[in-house]
């Protein structure tokens, strides 16, 4: 019998952490309100509580027009769309991020050219773009990951010099700011997600900020099929669908912005106490703080292992043993898209991959990405924003957990255990086993 939990020791931690998500009598008036009124849908678009909340979302973010939409996916369509994406045009995107970030770019039949991260912060290395950027380049699309900000001052200027649109994917950046405006403020649009997982929710829901009105007139347009918005300044025509969102989501989704900053606090308390616990241990590193990230949002708390420095012993060890000490925690939460299972990337099914091309591009085999396949298959460690939420006792039970398992970080070595096994797992396989985590 070992030390750690894994080999058979008492566990850091048998409590559960603070329950996610967040609701209060907000909500649940709310919900009674629109019950009530029997308006619960998307139309006539936007209807009244999501036209507010968005109005206040872009406010909260200093951005003049905010809709809110069926997911974060879609919002990503729809601003590429709003931004005038044509076919074949190419998106120069992150290697490291979901799926989802990359999906709509295809849909749209355009073409994701894949950068790499900066192994600083796991965003799109801005010093990267300015060689991926060709003649069929159309937009910018940096990711802001888990509580990091791309380098948006040189995204910015390399978009001027080449006349390309910044679409900010803001899915991890609920009221983060930079330079003190807030996430999707600074690019030319910015897209949120509201799924479960994310700093405010509504089980599924999706958001768009901009101050270009044409930009927003032609969002509101894709989002509400094809018709013209009402203001129609600009006349736009164009085939769209229906990514409205409902109003019963629309009024979680206020109460859920007014909780935010607060739960900001006490996460940011939280993460930078673990950090003061885990900085200096050996073998541990962390993402680089940047003077011009002026708000941090924190979607997960992310720092890095560093196999060499504990004679490789995989990271998917130390990750079975933290979760069996009851720390939540995960490290393929993202692989370069590339080389995901969940991107089944046939050329012949996306023409911009084909059509007028002497050879199918192949996405799968076009890009190599160092940083982000060390950061995905060796070095990250993810772990939920939601267990900040709780106390001080709590965040240190998580920095026991992690001290722990690196003082006896030999009972891993050649281990097998089922927890180990799950943790190797990427996001496609594992649905299969994996109990419903939010
Ligand atoms: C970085 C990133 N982009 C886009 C999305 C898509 O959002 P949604 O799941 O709401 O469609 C997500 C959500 O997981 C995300 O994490």
Redesign the pocket.
Known sequence: MGKLAITGGKPVRKKPFAAWPVYSQDEARGLQRVLASRNWGGFPFPNKIADTFAQKFARFHRAKYGMAVA??????EIALKAAGIKPRDEVIVPAY??E??VGPVLLLNAVPVFVDIDPETYCLDARLIEAAVTPKTRVILP?H?AMRFADLDEICRIAKAHNLVVIE?C??AHGGKWRSKGAGATGDLG?F???S??LMTAG???GIITSNPEFYERAQSYTNCGRASATDRFQHRLIGFNYRITELQAVILDAQLKRLPKQAKVRQANMDHIEKRLRGTPGLAFLKKDKRQTRTAAYQFVFKYLPEYFGGIPRAAVLGALQMEGIPCDGLFYEPVYRSALFHVDPCEWPALSCGRKKPLDLKTSFHCPVSERAAYEEAIWLPHHIFLGSKKDTDDIADAVLKVCANIEELRGLKHPAIEVKAMGRAERPRIEKRQW
């Open positions: 997911n974060g996916t879609v919002a990503i991020t979901w989802g970030t990711v990951l994917d899915a991890h897209c997600s509201f799924q997982s994310k599924e829901g999706g």
